[in-house]
């Protein structure tokens, strides 16, 4: 997969100033050569996030046969806990990705149809229905997106859970001289980190339904 210089967001706000500063032209001419970038550009942000649901799909159905595995072994007390729950938040985290890696693709697929809506008739030309149609891509867009961020604070909640687990596991053994100090300082850290990433994608997700109230 290709990587991205800039951030899905970035790069549409970018798109949409370009969008804006060549409305003159589009005006009078749909089919400009802007609008085949716009939709060429999208279309490969498009075909890269398609790939990743895929990968998703294949890193879940391994994290879950992995725990099935992790799970029997747990049953017959033949596994220490803090493996069984690396194999519980594997396989939960992957299902959520793999939800959030479809929502993604349904945000893009969303943001294409804007574009196409604008491209295909001349701004000085769009009737009522049509700008009715174009806003109501729009908050399909909105909503996806804000689903999309609910969908990364559940996989954060998940982080969170499981690395509290690792720092009372951490703790345990060293009060039995088993673990570091420097162990435990690190787990206390990615708790830290954890909760952080959960509490900021939490306003943002926030935000987002406060905006998409708003329209």
Not at 34 to 43: D, F, G
Not at 97 to 106: D, N, P, S, T, V
Not at 174 to 197: F, G, Y
Request: aromatic share 4%.
């Amino acid at each position: 997969m290709a990587q991205r210089l800039l951030s899905t967001t970035t790069k549409s706000v970018l798109l949409g100033v370009l969008l804006g500063a060549f409305q003159p032209l589009l005006a009078e001419e749909p089919s400009h050569p802007l609008c085949r970038v716009l939709l060429q550009e999208e279309q490969s942000e498009r075909d890269d996030v398609e790939l990743s649901v895929e990968l998703a799909g294949t890193e879940l159905v391994a994290a879950e046969e992995i725990f099935r595995l992790l799970d029997r072994l747990w049953k017959d007390d033949a596994v220490e806990r803090i493996l069984f729950l690396r194999g519980k938040h594997d396989r939960d985290a992957a299902k959520l990705e793999r939800e959030h890696r479809a929502l993604l693709l349904e945000r893009q697929d969303a943001l294409i149809d804007q574009y196409r809506l604008l491209c295909d008739v001349p701004s000085s030309e769009i009737s009522e229905e049509q700008r009715a149609a174009i806003e109501r891509k729009y908050l399909r867009y909105l909503n996806l997106d804000c689903d999309r961020l609910s969908k990364e604070v559940a996989i954060a909640q998940v982080d969170l859970a499981y690395l509290q687990e690792v720092l009372e596991s951490v703790r345990d053994l060293r009060e039995n001289a088993v673990a570091t100090r420097q162990a435990v300082v690190l787990a206390e850290r990615d708790v830290a980190r954890a909760r952080q990433r959960n509490e900021q994608g939490s306003r943002r997700v926030e935000s987002c339904r406060r905006q998409l109230a708003g329209k």
